[in-house]
């Protein structure tokens, strides 16, 4: 058959293992999922409530605009409807973005280590992945820049960045955007904006109103706690979202998924509270880690960056032995370290139990 031949070099997403999955196979009763950076409070009670009030027709099709979420959003930021695209997860708008911009003969040009579905969805359209070094776990913004010609469609810009938890202050993103080509789309992954407590991190427009060539991605999956339903969106120009919309599938967005994901933008409260937990452990962990002589990446999200000083694989294998689902770092480009979404207090004990552990071997 004729596949594509980008197919001959390309993998599966690789999952982690399931809650069910780790519980049959060690014979556990209790297990903490600190794997894929999910919201440990789970979700606002507005979620709950609205699942126990709505008398659901799913025999019908989503609502293709997902308007009532569009507004709400719009007006949660203060936007027009028509500044907004939504996407099947924010995975979907990456995959939207990628399809409208690159082909052969195109580079994008984006940080590693980063979040893998930049380079996938550019190899997938036959373009070229212009791979630039992280410099202590942050953008090498210069070197980005300098990657630029021509042929760039795109520049992949993750702030906090996935996995080094690391971020761009504000001056520093304003100065790079404004020496960004304007045939240049930047994209800004803002999957964890709301776990941000630097103060010169970018507020949350300033640079959809400085800059025509920007589109902003954000999620329900992550601090919103909805990561099950599959809801992101992206913010740009008007004649951007324009654009892309025809490359978006019609109905992208399921009905639930709207529903909730507007009922949980309503509860500003909780993602405050999750914020403001979030916090407090990311500390406990710095301390931990200071006082038991372990490097670290300060983190902006809810996850963090350990240095384990041993194969990935073991220690990660350990934790999973003993009911925690970490994710190993040599899968995410840094091989001797843990990736550890940042749980709650209890679950952050037990990590700290195990690696003091595991210290001692
Ligand atoms: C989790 C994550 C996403 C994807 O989130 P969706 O669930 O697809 O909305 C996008 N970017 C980064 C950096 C992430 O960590």
Not at 37 to 63: A, C, I, R, W
Request: charged fraction near 25%; charge should be negative; glycine fraction near 8%.
């Amino acid at each position: 058959m004729k596949w594509i031949k980008q197919l001959d070099q390309l993998k599966a997403y690789q999952p982690g293992k399931t809650i069910d999955e780790v519980k049959k196979e060690f014979g556990l009763d209790t297990i903490f999922k600190l794997a894929s950076n999910e919201n440990p409070y789970g979700h606002s009670e507005k979620v709950d409530e609205l699942f126990q009030n709505t008398k659901f027709q799913h025999m019908l099709y989503p609502d293709g605009a997902a308007t009532e979420l569009r507004e709400a959003v719009a007006e949660h930021f203060g936007i027009e409807p028509g500044n907004l695209i939504f996407g099947n997860g924010s995975d979907e708008i990456i995959q939207i973005i990628s399809n409208s911009l690159i082909e052969p003969g195109i580079n994008t040009v984006m940080p590693v280590p980063s979040f893998s579905q930049y380079k996938h969805n550019c190899f997938l359209q036959g373009g070229e992945s212009r791979e630039i070094p992280l410099i202590n776990g942050e953008h090498d913004l210069n070197g980005m820049l300098e990657a630029i010609d021509e042929n760039t469609s795109i520049v992949w810009i993750c702030n906090p960045n996935n996995p080094s938890g690391r971020y761009i202050p504000k001056d520093e993103l304003f100065e790079f955007i404004a020496k960004v080509p304007s045939h240049v789309l930047v994209v800004v992954d803002q999957a964890y904006h709301e776990y941000v407590t630097a103060s010169d991190y970018p507020d949350s427009l300033s640079l959809f109103n400085a800059f025509d060539n920007v589109i902003l991605l954000r999620t329900f999956s992550k601090i919103y706690g909805l990561a099950g339903f599959r809801v992101g969106f992206g913010i740009a120009s008007k004649e951007i979202i324009a654009k892309m919309e025809p490359v978006r599938e019609p109905f992208n967005v399921n009905a639930i998924g709207q529903l909730a994901a507007k009922a949980a933008l309503a509860d500003q409260e909780f993602v405050e509270e999750c914020k403001e937990k979030n916090d407090k452990e990311k500390n406990r962990y710095y301390e931990f880690c200071e006082e038991n002589g372990l490097s670290y990446y300060p983190t902006e999200g809810n996850f963090i960056l350990i240095n384990v000083n041993e194969d990935s694989q073991s220690a990660f294998d350990y934790f999973l032995q003993n009911g925690v689902i970490t994710r190993s770092g040599a899968a995410l480009g840094f091989p001797g370290w843990l990736r550890i979404t940042i749980g709650k207090r209890e679950e952050n004990d037990k990590v700290f139990e195990l690696l003091k552990e595991r210290m001692k071997k």
